[in-house]
């Protein structure tokens, strides 16, 4: 089984600043990748995906990661935060040869401040 | 926005009391999932279906079971409600047609549990 650690539950960041938001996870098959976001009381909201291809991905509201194969990890970013990018974000794994099955790590809280 | 739903969105009950959580969907998809969500945990897989009737177990699934008699609906039980199944529980669905262009999970709205 996959594991993906979010090495932080908390980040707090002034509005305008940048931002990163760490994932990493233990596989070293293939593996699709996933960055959501999850609104107060809201269900859970796709950002961006990788699958294939370029290693650098761009979602929605500025957002962008950055797949590394070589240190397993799918680092969030965002050059310019604002006051409503505050959520809790999810990063997600799942495997080529298994994938219909999901991974998240514990996520990490995003606290932008005024 | 996909349309799942999920019924209902809160509900208390009591130690030992049986629930059943239903997730619906309108988009014919193959893949459904069940999830809670605990503080500190993130989302961790109850189980998941990959056609009528067919079912596998997640990673929680001691003290749950679930059904799928029809594509659109996804039933997750508790036969016996406890403490430690106070949680938020997200159903999911997904499609994989051999094309990974559109894969992802999308997540219905949620539903608040609470065993006293």
């Known amino acids: 089984a996959q594991s993906v650690t979010q090495l932080d539950s908390q980040v707090p960041v002034f509005e305008e600043a940048p931002v990163e938001l760490r994932c990493n996870y233990s596989?070293?098959?293939?593996?699709?990748l996933f960055w959501y976001v999850q609104y107060p009381n809201q269900g859970l909201q796709l950002l961006l995906k990788?699958?294939?291809?370029?290693?650098l991905v761009k979602g929605i509201n500025g957002f962008e990661a950055e797949f590394n194969k070589s240190q397993t990890s799918f680092h969030l970013r965002k050059p310019s935060v604002h006051i409503s990018d505050t959520a809790e974000y999810f990063c997600?794994?799942?495997?080529?040869?298994?994938?219909?099955?999901?991974?998240f790590g514990s996520g990490t809280k995003l606290n932008v401040k005024p | 926005d996909a349309g799942i739903t999920q019924s209902p969105r809160h509900k208390v009950t009591e130690t030992g009391t049986p629930v059943t959580l239903r997730c619906h969907q309108t988009e014919n998809h193959r893949y459904m999932y069940w999830y809670r969500q605990d503080p500190g945990h993130g989302l961790r897989l109850i189980h998941y279906s990959y056609g009528v009737k067919d079912t596998d177990k997640g990673e929680v699934s001691d003290g749950y079971s679930v059904s799928r008699s029809k594509t659109e609906d996804f039933l997750l039980t508790l036969e016996s409600a406890t403490s430690s199944q106070t949680s938020v529980y997200f159903c999911?669905?997904?499609?994989?047609?051999?094309?990974?262009?559109?894969?992802?999970?999308?997540f219905g709205p949620g539903t608040r549990l609470t065993v006293t």
């Open positions: 999911a669905i997904s499609e994989f047609s051999g094309s990974p262009t559109s894969y992802e999970q999308y």
């Open positions: 997600a794994v799942s495997d080529r040869n298994n994938f219909n099955k999901f991974y």
């Open positions: 596989s070293s098959v293939s593996v699709y």
């Open positions: 990788y699958l294939s291809g370029s290693t």
